[in-house]
């Protein structure tokens, strides 16, 4: 049924593409609304990460209500819809790609207008420290070797955490409980009250 809908979407997204506007669905009708060519994109990979089952994690995790429901949601929906973009080494940006401090700069950014330190090792200084036991969805989560922090993802919930891996891969979601990400596990900070 996904692959049957696919030829579809490709085709609303290309008349999208097309136009400076494109017909959003709101509350039961169809609401014209002008958008940017990265707005356009972020709502095509939105459709297109919706037909893939192994984002339904990430989809109930955005649906749950918790304590700031709001921002935790949008946290994870601007996230959730930049799945399969490509990884760059000091990409900042979906059309140039992202590494791994430029997803979670990007993100915090736009969903939330919070400006966060570029690297990884500095992101590791803001906020408030979380234990581990105690993560919450839009949390992130930082890990490295000999206690120098190299990467950071925002945690979905039920131990996984959506980053951009390295080269020749894209932003994923991987498990931080088992395999590689549970043994280079180093902290997790809150950024803002609410996430």
Known sequence: MALAAAPALAQDAAATMRDDTAELPGAGAVVRQSMTLSDRALAIATDF???????????????????????????????????????????????????????????????????????????????ELVPRAELSQGDLVFFGKSGRVDHVGIYVGEGQFLHAPRTGRDVTVSNMDTGYWSRKFMSARRVAAGT
């Open 49 to 127: 990460n919706r037909l893939n089952p192994a984002n339904a994690l990430i989809a109930s995790a955005a649906a749950k209500p918790a304590q700031g429901e709001g921002r935790i949601k949008s946290v994870l929906n601007r996230a959730m819809a930049l799945l399969g973009t490509p990884y760059r080494w000091g990409g900042t940006s979906p059309e140039s790609g992202f590494d791994c401090s430029g997803l979670v700069g990007y993100v915090f950014r736009n969903a939330l207008g919070i400006e966060l330190p570029r690297v990884s090792r500095e992101m590791a200084k803001s906020g």
